[in-house]
């Protein structure tokens, strides 16, 4: 599961050279990135992973091996989460890269001022850009509009709890 902003794309060499070696890999694209739909109510990393959870291959595929970068950690560990007592029959490991945390080790710490300047940053980072020329320099408004509701949309609060329980093997880089 790729960071945010990203797709499945970001995950092309690694997944290569995996498949080289008889692994099967599935890269998805979080809702919001890369070819998914774009147009979503909620961009939070526990409906992302709500709705990746409906992947046939992910529920019904036998046990994985789930590995999350950056944003894609906190999908990760949502999943988990959601599977509740079918973790451990769908996921024989977790490796988090890089990955999205606890709300404490994230910028201020304050689950508030970080979303109030989620906030201030959609305003400056998707609204303003429109008003004004910039010549595509900042990419596709698509692009800014899914990062910024990616990180506003989330709630970190809840990933210590999951942290804390989680009873599946689990590497942090």
């Given at each position: 599961l790729h960071g945010a902003p990203g797709s499945s794309r970001d995950f092309e060499e690694l997944a290569r050279r995996l498949s080289d070696r008889g692994y099967w890999v599935f890269a998805i694209d979080l809702p919001g990135y890369g070819d998914s739909a774009r147009s979503l109510q909620d961009y939070s990393i526990a409906e992302q992973a709500r709705i990746i959870l409906k992947v046939p291959e992910i529920i019904h595929?036998?046990?994985?091996?789930?590995?999350?970068?950056?944003?894609?950690?906190?999908?990760?560990?949502?999943?988990?989460?959601?599977?509740?007592?079918?973790?451990?029959?769908?996921?024989?490991?977790?490796?988090?890269?890089?990955?999205?945390n606890v709300q404490e080790a994230e910028g201020s710490g304050s689950y508030a001022f970080e979303h109030y300047k989620y906030a201030v940053g959609y305003a400056a980072l998707v609204?303003?850009?429109?008003?004004?020329?910039?010549?595509?320099?900042?990419?596709?408004?698509?692009?800014?509009?899914?990062?910024?509701?990616?990180?506003?949309?989330?709630?970190?609060?809840?990933?210590?709890?999951?942290?804390?329980?989680?009873?599946?093997?689990?590497?942090?880089l």
């Open positions: 595929g036998g046990r994985s091996h789930l590995v999350g970068w950056s944003m894609g950690g906190g999908v990760a560990l949502q999943m988990i989460d959601q599977l509740g007592e079918k973790a451990n029959d769908t996921v024989a490991s977790l490796t988090l890269m890089a990955s999205l609204v303003a850009p429109e008003l004004i020329p910039h010549f595509g320099l900042l990419g596709p408004r698509s692009i800014r509009h899914s990062f910024i509701r990616n990180f506003w949309d989330t709630d970190q609060r809840p990933l210590r709890a999951i942290m804390e329980n989680i009873r599946i093997p689990t590497m942090i």
